[in-house]
């Protein structure tokens, strides 16, 4: 998977959630993504990584070859539903 992001947007998440975009591609890289849902009648998935010991959230939509992520955050509920 190939990533793209918005540097300011990556750079907030980081300052309001503690995590970049790079940071959590990383993760995805290394191995940690847990799951991909994908909701009904929308052009976003969520990818839900392990990162830091939470269960994140990780919003990307296909822009051609890329995948872009839009947002993250980290989720209590998918940490409950994947038992992390």
């Known amino acids: 998977m190939e990533f793209e992001w918005d540097d300011k947007k990556s750079a907030l998440v980081k300052a309001t959630r503690g995590a ?3 940071e959590l591609e990383s993760a995805i890289a290394a191995g940690d993504l847990i799951a991909t849902e994908i909701p009904p009648h929308s052009p976003q ?3 839900v990584v392990r990162f ?3 269960a ?3 919003v990307v939509e296909d822009r ?3 995948i872009r992520i839009v947002t993250a955050y980290a989720s209590r ?3 409950k539903k994947y038992g992390i």
Request: charged residues 45%.
């Open 20 to 22: 970049s975009f790079e």
């Open 45 to 47: 998935r969520f990818l």
């Open 52 to 54: 830091k010991g939470e």
């Open 56 to 58: 994140w959230v990780v």
């Open 64 to 66: 051609g070859e890329k």
């Open 77 to 79: 509920k998918m940490r």
